[in-house]
């Protein structure tokens, strides 16, 4: 090749930019624990992720920095990479803003959580010039599962929080993608899993323009908590068709 079009190439994939954006939220499954290799490091082309220093750059793993001596592989690249593969977007830009351990409680209008994921999404935004906010990507409510009164509540709550969040950014109309929890959780440690399984599956049901994730035979990373880097690749792609649903 050329010297001058390598560069003039070389050039134009720097330039480039997010078109389709997605916030993604939650705690630390979102976040990403999976084990980071070689491969999780090498860009993916029309793959972006909104840095902590609020800037563009080609999105490699982890992502997220919410707790840097535990953040690992999660689903955002997958997801990303998908909807390129199926032709359903070009240039897709990650903003990450979960944060390990958080409950639904912290994710409440108001809160720091909260601020942060609607500044940096439209910071983001303002950085792409011509970039749409095109779904929001939610895992959480390990934190949520041990106490009765947080898992009774749950979905009420996250009506709440989804409709305050929508206005805020102003996108009434932007699919909301739950994800299942692991079925792997301990339940002496997580009592109310089971409910709060039922209360996620149910959203779909209540919310508006929301789809339900399955995390049916996914593995965890050894500690039965969080969801090793395999099962993270193959949660990004279940989100990204369940979010076909809304963009067919």
Do not use: C
């Not at 609607?118 to 779904?135: C, F, I, N, Q, Y």
Request: hydrophobic share 45%; net charge positive.
């Amino acid at each position: 090749m050329p010297l001058l079009l390598f560069f003039f190439l070389l050039s134009g994939a720097l330039a480039a930019q997010p078109t389709d954006v997605f916030l993604l939220i939650g705690q630390s499954n979102m976040a990403g624990r999976g084990l980071v290799t070689g491969e999780d490091r090498q860009p993916i082309p029309g793959v972006f992720a909104f840095s902590k220093e609020r800037q563009w750059v080609p999105a490699i793993d982890p992502i997220h920095f919410d707790r840097p001596d535990r953040t690992g592989v999660g689903l955002g690249r997958t997801f990303a990479a998908t909807l390129i593969r199926l032709g359903a977007a070009k240039n897709v830009g990650l903003v990450p803003a979960a944060f390990g351990g958080s409950a639904l409680a912290e994710w409440v209008p108001g809160s720091t959580h909260y601020t942060n994921a609607v500044d940096r999404l439209k910071a983001a935004l303002a950085a792409s010039p011509g970039a749409r906010l095109r779904g929001i990507l939610w895992h959480q409510g390990e934190a949520d599962s041990i106490d009765e009164e947080r898992a009774i509540t749950y979905r009420l709550r996250f009506a709440r929080f989804i409709a305050a969040l929508r206005k805020d950014l102003d996108a009434p109309n932007v699919p909301v993608l739950i994800g299942q929890l692991g079925e792997f959780v301990e339940i002496a440690k997580y009592p109310q899993l089971p409910l709060i399984q039922r209360e996620l599956a149910t959203i779909p049901l209540h919310v508006p323009l929301s789809g339900f994730v399955s995390s049916q035979g996914l593995g965890h990373k050894g500690d039965l908590l969080h969801f090793d880097s395999p099962a993270m690749k193959e949660f990004g792609r279940r989100y990204a068709l369940e979010w076909l649903k809304f963009n067919p």
